[in-house]
């Protein structure tokens, strides 16, 4: 995760940079016990097996896209980040 930290420190301003990072603890954190319960209920039905092989599979699928995406973001400049952002 210390690329896409690095990169976070980098796009977003720091006037709004605690906020930010927050938000994204708050998923980051909140999101835990949330898919823990999916999770439990999934399993009633399926294999452990098959939930792992079905989720791996499937991030591995957004993987490819967010590849590209990332290294598009790791080009852009800072300038043309306050130009969206209008600060």
Do not use: C, H, W
Not at 22 to 38: D, E, R, Y
Not at 47 to 75: D, E, H, N, Q, W
């Amino acid at each position: 995760d210390i690329p896409l930290e690095a990169l976070i420190t980098k796009i977003i301003p720091s006037k709004i940079f605690g906020r930010t990072n927050s938000l994204i603890m708050i998923f980051i954190n909140g999101s835990s016990p949330i898919l823990a319960v999916v999770y439990g209920f999934i399993s009633n039905f399926f294999s452990i097996k098959i939930i792992f092989i079905t989720l791996g599979s499937l991030m591995l699928i957004i993987s490819i896209p967010a590849f590209f995406i990332y290294r598009k973001l790791v080009r852009t400049r800072e300038e043309d980040i306050k130009k969206v952002l209008q600060l």
